[in-house]
C-alpha cells in the first residue's frame, strides 16, 4: 500500500473502486483529456437530484503554501512556495516522495500543489440526498 500511496503521490493522481468493483487510477492529466458528462446534478430545481441537509466546512486543515518534494533514486529536492498565501497564513508545509526523478516535471508538481492548496477552500464534508424514483438518472 505504501508504494501505491508513493505512486499516487509522484502522480497526483486518483485510485478507487468503480461501482462494478474494478480499481481504476487516473492520473493527473486524466480529466484533461477525458470529457465527462455529469450523472446528475443536485439541487433543488426540477430534475435535480434532492437534498435533505448540507453544510459546508472552511477551516484551515488543508492550507499548505510550501510544497518539498524529494525526487527518487537521491536526484535531488524541489521546493515551491505560495509567498502570498504564506503571508496570510504562516508557511504550512507538504512534503512527499516520490518515485520521479524529473526535475522539471516535479517543480511543476510542487508549483500546482501550493497554488492548489494555498488558500481555504469551502469543502462539502457530507450531503444527506433524499430518495427520488426516476428512470432518467
Not at 88 to 116: C, E, G, H, P
Request: proline letters at 4%; glycine letters at 8%; zero cysteines.
Amino acid at each position: 500500500l505504501s508504494y501505491i500511496g508513493q505512486v499516487l503521490d509522484t502522480e497526483n493522481g486518483r485510485l478507487f473502486v468503480d461501482a462494478g468493483g474494478t480499481i481504476q487510477f487516473q492520473d493527473r492529466q486524466w480529466r484533461l483529456r477525458n470529457s465527462v458528462t455529469s450523472a446528475g446534478t443536485i439541487g433543488d430545481a426540477s430534475g435535480e437530484i434532492p437534498y435533505a441537509d448540507v453544510s459546508f466546512a472552511y477551516n484551515d486543515a488543508n492550507i499548505w503554501n510550501s510544497a518539498i518534494i524529494n525526487l527518487a533514486a537521491g536526484a535531488g529536492t524541489v521546493v515551491a512556495n505560495n509567498y502570498a498565501s504564506q503571508a496570510k497564513f504562516f508557511a504550512r508545509t507538504l512534503q512527499r516522495s516520490v518515485y520521479s526523478s524529473d526535475v522539471i516535471d516535479m517543480t511543476a508538481s510542487a508549483q500546482w500543489l501550493t497554488n492548489l492548496y494555498g488558500d481555504p477552500e469551502p469543502k462539502l464534508p457530507t450531503i444527506d440526498l433524499l430518495p427520488v424514483n426516476s428512470t432518467s438518472m
